[in-house]
């Protein structure tokens, strides 16, 4: 039997198991850049200079193995080109533009850092009969945590403007990756 999940996360930005368990990504992390972002700006952002849009693709299949159910899971992380936009008209300079992806990164790095764990969590829980409940509410559990701190991120640096703030994740993100486990 398998089971898919897709879930949007939706990331707006200045200007995303068993014991026995199989899990496997298939994607590296990605560098963005300005050519990664295809869509169309929107008229009525707020100020918003650029959108970035992922998407977190869970799939499994479960085999009962003596009272428990192992799960073999692959969790990908998608970069939405056409749905990531960044509103080249807005930007002014190659250092404004560098900051703007710099602080899109965070956003791409948010979402990577939710497909690492849920790599992880898959890979340490045995479930039971209930595994389809189970593994919803893993992967819920999981997703709000990141759609919490992505919204902590964007509140914090005031969508990149308060400088202090965007160091100080800035200084985050690069230790949270730097010892980020691999999935």
Request: charged share 20%; glycine share 4%.
């Amino acid at each position: 039997m398998e089971i898919k999940l897709l879930k949007w996360i939706g990331v707006t930005a200045l200007c995303l198991i068993t014991f026995g368990a199989k899990a496997q990504q298939y994607q590296q992390y990605h560098q963005l850049t300005a050519n990664d972002f295809w869509g169309t700006p929107r008229a009525n952002a707020g100020g918003v200079v650029a959108y970035t849009n992922c998407t977190i693709d869970f799939k499994y299949q479960a085999s009962n193995r003596n009272g428990y159910y192992l799960i073999n899971a692959t969790v990908n992380l998608l970069l939405n080109n056409n749905k990531s936009w960044l509103d080249r008209s807005r930007v002014t300079s190659q250092a404004q533009l560098a900051e703007i992806l710099k602080h899109e990164q965070g956003h791409y790095l948010i979402a990577y850092l939710e497909q690492q764990e849920l790599l992880r969590q898959i890979s340490k829980t045995r479930f039971s009969y209930n595994y389809k409940y189970e593994a919803m509410e893993l992967f819920n559990r999981i997703d709000a945590k990141y759609k919490q701190l992505n919204s902590d991120y964007d509140e914090d640096t005031q969508h990149m403007t308060n400088r202090q703030q965007q160091r100080s994740w800035d200084l985050y993100f690069k230790k949270r990756l730097e010892f980020e486990p691999e999935g």
